[in-house]
């Protein structure tokens, strides 16, 4: 298991947070081994397997049942296990070839309209405010811009460097998952709010700190967590009349899903908006294209005079 988890961050440049997951999913994946007696990976049978992931989502007396989102991901583990044990030469076959795992239902992603998005960002008010609780209050600001204006993950916005950050050509790098980068073109609105913080507010939080390259720093001058980037946008949503609980909740994603929205909406190709969203496959994108669809449904539904019968 220890080779298969350094094959995946050395080969594949897995994120610390699925090699954490997966860590978790395979050290119980092995306890369940251990429990049926079998001591090496060649030993293993397709029913094993089977029960594994059945157990996953019945749970059991230790451990309660997974969402199937989160059995699925367990399920992708074993399998990947058992394929580098084929590979690698220590098992014969691979039992976890013909299981099945679960499919998480494929739920559309939720985007904000564009008024509720401008609301958002306003909270934390203008990029021109002053006095004591202004370097917090830029740096919000500048957060919420940067989400919106480069469609970044939460911690492709906290993992950004200064360095990583050109105002003047309105661009950022972003480090995306499995080591990959892009440049991605950062808005008018969100570049505005970018200068006016690492300008007038990032200086003197990064006087309290010890010195990182973070673009987005924490009042003590660390780099702000995604904990932390939650929380502001969460402020920020309460602010602004925006659910914060409930399957509605405004989440770090949100910013995302209305960002490739908006952008498909506005006629953007869908490859161009893969490119910015640093998908490694159109696959993935093309989930957007199906709101923008249900959108037009429903306009259409309450426009056109004979669209009911």
Known sequence: MRTYLDHLTVERGLSANTLTSYRRDLERYLATLAGAGIGDLASVGAGVVEAHLARLRSGDDDHPPLAVSSA???????????????????????????????????????????????????????????????????????????????????????????????????????????GRTRLVPVGGYAVEALRAYLVRARPGLAAAGRGTPAVFLNARGGPLSRQGAWTILRRAAERAGLPVDGPAAVSPHTLRHSYATHLLDGGADVRVVQELLGHASVTTTQVYTLVTVERLREVYATAHPRAHG
């Open 72 to 178: 699925a991901r367990a399920a992708s583990a074993v399998r990947g296990l058992h394929r580098f044990a084929l590979r690698e030469g220590l098992a014969g076959a691979d039992p976890s070839r013909d299981v099945r795992p679960p499919k998480p239902p494929r739920r559309l992603p939720r985007a904000l309209p564009v008024d509720d998005v401008v609301r958002l960002l306003e909270t934390a008010g203008p990029v021109a405010v002053t006095g004591a609780e202004a370097p917090l209050a830029l740096r919000d600001r500048a957060l919420l811009e940067f989400l919106y204006g480069t469609g970044a993950r939460i911690s492709e916005a906290v993992g950004a460097a200064v360095d990583d950050v050109d105002p003047d050509e309105g661009t950022v790098l972003l480090h995306g998952k499995g």
